[in-house]
């Protein structure tokens, strides 16, 4: 399969996860609500949004990490003369894993997307548990801590003069579970998390 | 008053359970379809890049080590082509007197020598500028070296009286140290003997004593082997 074409099985969830996180999902997806009861209310659909776009984060991050092994491998997946050219950005051992352990990015990103996944389907299991506002915290604090990783790799990139879009997808994952993770904490703190 | 079993469970468990069910198959997923290969300078990890601009003979130009690699080949291929890469100062005494060696072994090798039958082996030289006083190169004592020219100093001699003929094969530019840094040279001369996939075979540190020339009849195969 064509890696762009690939791409997309990644990317879809990422976006339909995004729009379920954002207001505009209530108009979006209200059609959805009598087949789906969470999608009636905004906390059932944010958490929705969330869940499936930590997976799709996850899903990616693992794509990054097999891409990384073939490049090692010495073969190619997504090689490419134009700017988009994931292999380049992935396969150069100057940037393609942390400075301090040397641990691969895309290793990273599955680790983090695992452990947000966690803290939303565990919150969404028992949204009134006492834990539960402590972990949307928590996973507000991570993908915010995301963003200065989102800098670094795309300041890379930049070096590069490549883009890779498998990472570019797992970058937006992160922003829009920081989105997500924010509006269940505001919600969280409401009067309005029981009734919306 | 009667329980239901997992009535107490904690919600957090289970769904531990479940992420981390999840994320091991992707691990095994991954253990399963790739064989990862480190990338470093030992034998049996892949090269690491090595850029910069090179001599041939008749001016400088781009050099990427990676245009020599084919990832199609396999053990035993005579069709692939080896390379050898040596980290040397053209003004370390012991490099000099090595040129010699240096440039019989890539002609021997070379495909042009009839009484070798084994597969070609491409010998590039990284030329660097050490931190050590009375080493003070420049790319025209490169030049001299490699040419085996008059006019520049090589290890406190002319380059043009340096030990056997001037060699053929290139010389790259790593007066930065910038190569020589990524492959965690210690010492000149340093000499690579590198698999046409470009997976390391025989480093000159990791087999002292033993002579590049005996790694290269060892481990390159030949049509007669």
Known sequence: ?196 | MKYTYDDDADVRTTTLIRVMALFFVGIMIIAATTSPIATGTKEGERAPALEGEFYNGSGWSDFNLESYWDSSWGEGDISGQWVVIEFMDTDCPYCVQSAEDMGINANDFSGTNPQWDGAIVNFIASATELDLSGHDSSRAEIIAFRDKTTGEDCASSDCGSRPGAAHNFPYVDDLDQDNMKKWKVSGTPSYYLIQPDGIIAWSSAANPGEDLRDAIITLVPRESA
Request: glycine fraction near 8%.
């Open chain 1, 1 to 196: 399969m064509d890696a762009n074409l690939q791409l997309m099985l990644y990317v879809i969830p990422v976006l339909v996860g995004l729009f379920m996180i954002l207001p505009v999902g209530r108009t979006l997806f209200a059609s959805l609500s009598e087949t789906i009861p969470s999608l009636g209310t905004e906390r059932g659909r944010v958490f929705s949004g969330l869940i499936l776009t930590c997976l799709a984060g996850m899903a990616v991050s693992f794509q990054t990490l097999w891409i990384s092994s073939k490049i090692s491998e010495g073969g190619n997946f997504c090689a490419s003369n134009s700017i988009l050219s994931c292999d380049d950005v992935i396969g150069n051992v100057e940037y393609n894993t942390d400075p301090f352990f040397g641990i691969p990015w895309g290793g990273i990103g599955a680790v983090v997307f695992g452990i947000l996944l966690y803290l939303v389907y565990s919150s969404s299991k028992e949204p009134n548990a006492n834990w539960a506002s402590s972990y949307l915290k928590y996973g507000t604090y991570i993908t915010f801590a995301g963003f200065f990783v989102i800098v670094l790799l795309v300041f890379y990139e930049f070096q590069m003069e490549k883009i890779c879009q498998y990472c570019t997808t797992a970058h937006v994952a992160n922003i829009a579970a920081f989105i997500g993770f924010f509006r269940l904490m505001r919600l969280n703190q409401s009067k309005d998390w029981n009734t919306v």
